[in-house]
C-alpha cells in the first residue's frame, strides 16, 4: 500500500533547440502524492548529449530533499533530445525506484533508427533496453499512459501513477516539473508534460 504523501521526485527538460549545442535546464519536483508541492531542483545536460544519467543521479544525491524521497518518475527516458535516462543506472545510483512515464507508447524502432547517428550508439541503445518492457496503464477516465520502471513493482508502480495523478491523467510531479522546466527556457510555462 502506497502512502498518500509519499515524496515523489518528477523530472522533466525544458525546450530546446533541436541539434544545437546548447544545454538544456532539467527540472525536479518534489510532490508529497499529488497534492502538496514540497521543492524543485535544476541541472543542465546537453542536448543530445550522455550526460543525463549522471547529472540527474548527481542532483538527487546532492539534493536536501534526498532523505525524503521514495521514487523518481521520469517523463520519457530522454532529455534534451537523445541524451537517454538510464533508468536501470539512475536507481542503482540514487537506491530509489525510477517510474518512466509516457503519454504515447513510445515507437522503439524509431528511436533506435534516431540513435544509430551516435558514435557511441551502443552506450545510449542499452540505456533505452535498461528502461524493461513498456506498459500500459489505464489512470483515470479511460485515459491511459505508458510507463516502464525499474526497482518496484508493477502494482506499486500503478499504484504511484494513480496516487499522483490528481489533476489530469499525467502525474502532478511530471506535470510541475515540466511548466517550470519550460518557463525557464521561454519565460512562462507553456505545452502540456
Known amino acids: ?78 532529455v534534451g533530445g537523445f541524451n537517454v535516462i538510464d533508468i536501470k543506472m539512475l536507481h542503482e545510483a540514487t537506491g530509489l525506484p525510477v517510474i518512466v512515464v509516457n503519454r504515447k507508447k513510445p515507437d522503439i524502432n524509431k528511436v533506435k533508427k534516431g540513435l544509430k547517428h551516435f558514435g557511441d550508439f551502443e552506450k545510449r541503445w542499452k540505456a533505452v533496453k535498461n528502461a524493461g518492457k513498456i506498459k500500459e496503464f489505464v489512470v483515470k477516465d479511460g485515459r491511459k499512459i505508458f510507463y516502464q520502471v525499474v526497482g518496484m513493482e508493477d502494482e506499486e508502480a500503478r499504484d504511484v501513477i494513480k496516487l499522483s495523478s490528481t489533476h489530469s491523467y499525467i502525474p502532478e510531479p511530471l506535470r510541475a516539473a515540466h511548466l517550470i522546466a519550460t518557463a525557464f527556457v521561454k519565460g512562462e510555462s507553456a505545452g502540456r508534460a
Open 1 to 78: 500500500m502506497v502512502k498518500s504523501e509519499i515524496r515523489i521526485l518528477g523530472i522533466d527538460d525544458g525546450a530546446f533547440t533541436p541539434r544545437s549545442t546548447a544545454m538544456v535546464p532539467v527540472v525536479g519536483v518534489v510532490f508529497r502524492g499529488g497534492k502538496f508541492f514540497d521543492g524543485a531542483l535544476k541541472t543542465e545536460v546537453a542536448v543530445d548529449g550522455n550526460d543525463a544519467t549522471d547529472a540527474i543521479a548527481k542532483l538527487i544525491n546532492n539534493s536536501r530533499h534526498k532523505q525524503q524521497l521514495k521514487v523518481l518518475m521520469t517523463d520519457g527516458i530522454t
